[in-house]
């Protein structure tokens, strides 16, 4: 096992020789696993190993699993960086789950850590269990393709180099180490989801088919390097559609709609998600109403989706993370040329000139045809005009 | 239930007006629904009906299968075309499963018989449940992506106009218009995987989301319609790499190490399948195997798959149903110019002339330089010669 994991280290270049390495350890059985691998390996991979683990303040058993974490590394000999955090009140003041919260605390503290104490890589402990159980639990919330693609080896400092091992294989080299770790009691409660999938689902599926764990975890790795070439193809696409605006992301109608089906969804989901920063909360219901903007013959109309706005103007698709704000009507006369303040902070610089420029988005008239004062306000609904003087109007 | 299938009808344009239905009946409770609901629409959506029966002699209960379809279709008013075959005889002659036989009998009798009685389309019973266990099936066999795609609502002749229905509308529809059918015994039975999946994996995953069936179901369609998508891509990547070649296919290993990796295996797998004709027995691993062909040092390299033979010729990768024939070796001496035949029936023309043609395949001798008689012979292992006359040889 230890000649294979430093295989996977040295052949997905997860930390180099010369490099620090911190190790995240929660004192569960495979962030121990972890922390003993590159513990033994370290000379060989030539790298520097420090350890970080946070007390998160759940539950009760938490500053026992500091206290366990803190013995494991004084006897490895590994430096401890140690962090606290008030979890449930982080939760509270950020409307999120405990999960969530706890994550997000985890990944601050690490990433903290990793820059005080000059650490080039963080390792996280996931390993194929996680990651099978992770797409199982994505499928059955009713994911997309996306959504089951397989957890990176490597992303921005963080590397996952257990991900190619089964839980029980850690738990065998544990046992031949005979390394200690915590249980964490919520692992045990099937009441959560994830509990439910490993302990009732997982057997069950196992019973189809041994290989069951195998064939996920390179089911999700396909999807991952699928993943990729559906993010060039939608930034290619993107690119082609996109329009200049000052603010959001306005897209092209007719590129869009050439797009081929599969494409243009994701293309909107990506616009979606560069006007929001993320996709939480958004859904394939969402993303079909976003399309059925595209397809109506409605060249006007507005959808309110969850932290975003989407814009239908004509030939013009316009994404924000909230709607325009609707301009304050005004009406004013004005005696003849100059600079008149407008209610929103804008300016109307009126000048005469005598070189005219007719063209479809501005109207040319003649000094003579025009008498001071004029009236200058607001558009009103009801108001019409006759684009061409064909006779048709608007 | 009967305007939303009229609205499925209309909208994937699974049959126009004026056209002849052909509706598969087997007897159990989806093909007894269709040929019903086809009977009280057949006015509203302009078509005429007939319907087919093969009697499969696979259980005792197929003569009395047969017998409550003719009674049926009798009531309803509807033509039926009859036919037998024996499945268990073609299974043992084809040494396919029974399944597998029997599929392919029904098939062959429903064309058949559609052509026989002027008939446009095939209508087939396979609604959402069905669909929803064959990507069950799919996913714990270890399937790639493609291979969770949705069945078609239309390919070539045959459509499915129930895949949007769930199994429980269709009974109640069933009860509703006190309409008969037979319970095929084979589905009660656990012991095949299809029917564990429906009565043991299915009600646990419903237990995890209610709306299980529905998300399963989406999302095949959503991977179809990527399918699509990838199939496009796949064409025009192998367009850019294929060289001609007499048999087979020739790939240009450029090409394909330019690829992005995700579509540069899915283009191996397209090759595959051209040279095969279908992909059958094919897995990731075999994939796997004719990648690495493309990054090995050694520039020559054969590959022996089921039904398939993968070479590496240099820059080139063939791929044919069966590996090349040696040729037959031979050695002899001419005495001049004039025509020889070789022991595998080609010719070997020999001739002088005055126009060279020096070229990296071809080499130009003055006639000074060569002495006959010439000796002519195949190819040895341990033969050697100077390309370029730089010292280097090969």
């Known amino acids: ?76 000999g590994i430096e401890l960086i140690c962090g ?19 994550r997000q605390a985890r990944m601050d503290f690490l990433v903290q850590s990793a820059e005080a104490h000059g650490c080039d890589k963080i390792a996280l402990g996931h390993h194929r269990g996680d990651q099978v159980e992770t797409v199982l639990h994505r499928l059955l919330r009713g994911s997309g393709v996306s959504g ?29 180490q005979r390394l200690p770790y915590r249980l964490d009691a919520s692992n045990c409660d099937p009441a959560f989801t994830r509990n439910r999938i490993r302990h009732q689902l997982l057997p069950l599926l196992r019973s189809f088919n041994p290989r069951i764990e195998e064939h ?34 306005r897209l092209d109608r007719q590129v869009l709609l050439s797009l081929q089906p599969a494409l243009r969804i994701r293309v909107l989901r990506r616009a979606l998600e560069l006007a929001r920063g993320d ?26 989706l969850p932290r975003a706005w989407v814009g239908r ?17 005004f009406d004013f006369s004005i005696p003849g040329p100059g600079s008149y303040a407008l209610p929103d902070g804008r300016r109307l610089e009126f000048l005469l000139t005598a070189a005219g420029r007719e063209a479809p988005d501005a109207l040319e008239f003649s000094l003579e045809d025009v008498a001071f004062p004029l009236q200058v306000r607001s558009f009103r609904p009801g108001d019409r005009f006759r684009p061409d003087g064909d006779g048709g109007e608007k």
């Open 1 to 76: 096992m230890e000649t294979e994991f430093v295989k996977i280290v040295r052949e997905h270049d997860l930390i180099r020789p010369g490099q620090k390495l911190l190790v995240a350890v929660s004192g569960g059985p495979d962030s121990v696993a972890l922390l003993a691998l590159f513990r033994r390996q370290a000379q060989l991979l030539g790298i520097s190993l420090a350890a970080a683990h946070l007390d998160h303040g759940i539950r009760r058993e938490s500053a026992e699993d500091a206290r366990f974490v803190k013995d494991l590394c004084a006897e490895l």
């Open 84 to 102: 606290e955090a008030d979890v449930p009140a982080l939760a509270q003041a950020r409307k999120e789950g405990l999960e969530a919260a706890g």
């Open 148 to 176: 089951l693609a397989a957890m990176a080896w490597q992303r921005d400092r963080f590397i996952r180099p257990l991900l190619g091992f089964a839980r029980e294989r850690l738990l065998d080299f544990l046992v031949e």
């Open 216 to 249: 996920l975890a390179d089911f999700s790795q396909r999807v991952a390097l699928e993943e990729d070439y559906w993010r060039q193809q939608e930034s290619q696409a993107l690119a082609a559609a996109r329009r200049p605006c000052d603010s959001g992301l």
């Open 279 to 304: 996709l939480l909360a958004l859904g394939a219901d969402h993303l079909e109403a976003v399309e059925a903007l595209l397809f109506k013959p409605r060249p006007q109309a507005d959808l309110h």
């Open 313 to 329: 103007r004509y030939e013009s698709v316009w994404f924000r993370p909230s709607a325009p704000e609707e301009p304050e009507p």
